[in-house]
């Protein structure tokens, strides 16, 4: 029996389209039709020109508009290897090529979530890039729970980088979401009102996601030596996991094609089993090292 690789193939970047934990990249614009080659290139227009209001000044002085080529490469995600035996292919029909499809298909979102949350996550403190760190009680682990003067205290340093209200978004690590749950019974509310079909809530102009696969940064009692962890780094037991903050009209995202492996059990004479992989590509990133933050644990 044959395997029909194009609708397995479809299917599975189907499923990584449509994942639910890909909520907090949802609104980041989608440049994936310009990928060419595993890559992407970006104007990047350097000159921002003035607004003059009520000028009386006259000749308006010009200003060269600079431009550069941004070349992305996309990421490449490669799942392992299953094994079916022919006899289940055959008994089950298709039913098991999709859910082994739907497996592969999971794990590799999974996978792609923690690296694009990492990439949305500034590496340090800076002008640009805000770090602040939490100031409430001990949390019995270390470090400090988020307060919602925390929150508040991200807003102003976007505030202060002039970035607009619309389109900032907060993706909060699963302790700091239990930390507002326990001081602010509106947000509290407003996570019900969520499962119940509503839209996401929004607090202090972040719109809010949770996810278990924001990156970890290693906790300090000053940001001076706050410092993100490597993708992949090993994780230390002082090490906490972050909550971050980007405004997303500033960053891109990038699907690029998907590619099924399949060897039939007739042309594997070694195990006498079908074997079924995929391969695709993506990227999620700011344009610039600007507009990104993050609230991590303070101790």
Not at 212 to 226: C, D, E, G, K
Request: neutral net charge; hydrophobic residues 40%; contains cysteine.
């Amino acid at each position: 029996m044959g395997v029909k690789l194009e609708v397995f193939t479809g299917e599975c970047l189907r499923i990584i389209s449509k994942a639910d934990n890909k909520a907090p990249i949802a609104k980041i614009p989608d440049y994936s039709r310009y990928v060419k080659d595993g890559a992407v290139h970006l104007v990047d227009l350097s000159v921002e020109p003035s607004v003059l209001v009520d000028n009386t000044t006259y000749p308006i002085a010009s200003a060269s508009l600079s431009d550069s080529d941004v070349v992305l490469a996309l990421k490449k995600f490669d799942s392992t290897n299953t094994k079916i035996t022919r006899d289940e292919l055959y008994a089950l029909s298709y039913d098991k090529v999709a859910q082994v499809v739907d497996i592969h298909a999971r794990a590799i979102t999974k996978e792609m979530m923690r690296v694009y949350l990492h990439s949305l996550a500034p590496q340090a403190d800076s002008a640009t890039t805000p770090i602040v760190l939490t100031t409430g009680v001990a949390d019995g682990a270390g470090s400090k729970k988020l307060t919602i003067a925390d929150i508040i205290s991200l807003k102003r340093k976007f505030d202060a980088l002039e970035i607009p209200d619309e389109g900032r978004i907060l993706v909060l690590s699963p302790n700091d979401h239990a930390d507002l749950l326990e001081v602010s019974q509106s947000f509290a509310n407003q996570f019900y009102d969520l499962n119940r079909g509503n839209v996401n809530p929004v607090l202090y102009g972040f719109e809010i996601y949770v996810h278990v696969s924001t990156p970890y940064y290693a906790t300090n009692a000053t940001l001076a030596s706050v410092a993100k962890k490597s993708y992949g780094a090993v994780i230390a037991s002082t090490d906490k996991r972050a909550s971050i903050a980007y405004y997303s009209p500033e960053c891109v995202q990038l699907q690029g094609q998907m590619e099924m492996y399949y060897q039939e059990a007739s042309i594997n004479p070694t195990s006498r089993e079908n074997v079924i992989g995929f391969r695709t590509w993506g990227l999620v990133l700011p344009k610039k090292q600007r507009a990104i933050g993050a609230i991590v644990r303070g101790v």
